[in-house]
T-cell receptor
């Protein structure tokens, strides 16, 4: 089956620093990847849609200058949390859509970010 | 706009009990419907899906039928196991391919 990986799985950083999270589709090409944020015991909130080779589309209320998304290739998208603050602590999950099967998304295992 | 509403949890059942988790949706057009499962500390896994009215999705003993007339996609399992303990999310996919999730229902199965 289609596999999506995320790295790192957990990261702790100090307030004011930047953190990069990678999302990779391991055995398929993904023209579109999605980034979600999940608060404890809550649902997933879509942050942005990332299309290979073009700028990401951010959902309303998501700061594009704070959450930088780059989709440099058909198998890699990155989310950089810039100048992180404790309120950015969350579980970040990416998903990827196989360009050959546009109706299904495959989810990564998530990255737990803790900002101290 | 499109939305998904799930029954609130947590749901606590004994092993081998029957499970129903209700899910209703509001959408324009004919969305695809999904159930995802999230085990503690992990990402989401697709459990089952249905892409058109009257389709039944099934996997690992779980079933859900796409009911257009009642705009529902209830999840059922005849006999739950402790290993089914997780959070279950109902979702729909809009025309743009975005997934819209319900709030999630936590299931706890006791031996």
């Amino acid at each position: 089956g289609a596999v999506v990986s995320q790295h790192p799985s957990r990261v702790i950083c100090k307030s004011g620093t930047s953190v990069k999270i990678e999302c990779r589709s391991l055995d398929f090409q993904a023209t579109t990847m999605f980034w979600y944020r999940q608060f404890p015991k809550q649902s997933l909130m879509l942050m942005a849609t990332s299309n290979e080779g073009s700028k990401a589309t951010y959902e309303q209320g998501v700061e594009k200058d704070k959450f930088l998304i780059n989709h440099a290739s058909l198998t890699l998208s990155t989310l950089t949390v810039t100048s992180a603050h404790p309120e950015d602590s969350s579980f970040y999950i990416c998903s990827a859509r196989d360009r050959l099967d546009p109706y299904e998304q495959y989810f990564g295992p998530g990255t737990r970010l803790t900002v101290t | 706009g499109n939305s998904v509403t799930q029954m609130e949890g947590p749901v606590t059942l004994s092993e081998e009990a029957f499970l129903t988790i209700n899910c209703t949706y509001t959408a324009t057009g004919y969305p695809s419907l999904f159930w995802y499962v999230q085990y503690p500390g992990e990402g989401l896994q697709l459990l089952l899906k249905a892409t058109k009215a009257d389709d039944k999705g099934s996997n690992k003993g779980f079933e859900a039928t796409y009911r257009k007339e009642t705009t529902s996609f209830h999840l059922e399992k005849g006999s739950v196991q402790v290993s089914d303990s997780a959070v279950y999310f109902c979702a729909l996919s809009d025309r743009g391919g975005k997934l819209i999730f319900g709030q999630g229902t936590e299931l706890s199965v006791k031996p």
